[in-house]
């Protein structure tokens, strides 16, 4: 009788710690200070020139600025619709025909869905951008976070011949808003 007492009594601890944890709320994706859910703007401007490589043309730009709202923070991912996306002091000519949006993973895997840049090639337009979920590369969280691009993107209007069915870009950028941006 004694066992059965004490087996009854871990089952009672063993649920009611099942029952804790399972009300536990998980935690979002991006956190300013540190534990608090982040929302509300963020913004980004180039580290190092960027680099967007296409069959014919390496296009270099000194200066870019990306900045949108974090509308949505999840314990699996972080979204937000893009407002400004510039690119300036570029090798070429360089125009945001689209924003586009955003995500970030819990990983700080970051993502960019429907952006559009065009550049000139040799007197062609070359359209590249972000489809659904294109992965663009890293966010690292900190006091300053950082978000290394290493993309591949695909050509959306344009001579395939001229600019290439794909480029890549590469680069970085620092976080400015918040000063401190942490990933889970």
Not at 55 to 63: H, K, L
Request: hydrophobic share 40%; net charge neutral.
């Amino acid at each position: 009788m004694k066992h059965l007492k004490m087996i009854g009594l871990a089952l009672v601890a063993a649920a009611a710690f099942m029952a804790f944890a399972g009300n536990a709320s998980a935690a979002p994706t991006l956190t300013s200070p540190a534990g608090t859910e982040y929302t509300g703007t963020l913004t980004a401007t180039a580290s190092s020139s960027l680099l967007l490589k296409a069959t014919f043309a390496n296009v270099t730009c000194t200066s870019s600025t990306v900045s949108g709202t974090i509308s949505t923070n999840t314990e699996t991912h972080a979204t937000g619709n893009i407002s400004t996306l510039d690119f300036t002091n570029c090798s070429t000519t360089t125009d945001v025909l689209a924003n586009g949006s955003l995500t970030v993973n819990q990983k700080g895997e970051v993502f960019g869905s429907n952006s559009r840049v065009t550049m000139v090639a040799f007197g062609v337009d070359c359209v590249f951008g972000t489809t659904t979920n294109t992965k663009l590369g890293t966010l690292k969280g900190g006091t300053p976070a950082t978000m290394t691009i290493s993309a591949t993107l695909p050509l959306i209007e344009g001579s395939a011949f001229a600019c290439g069915s794909t480029g890549t870009w590469s680069g970085s950028y620092t976080v400015t808003t918040p000063g401190t941006l942490l990933v889970a």
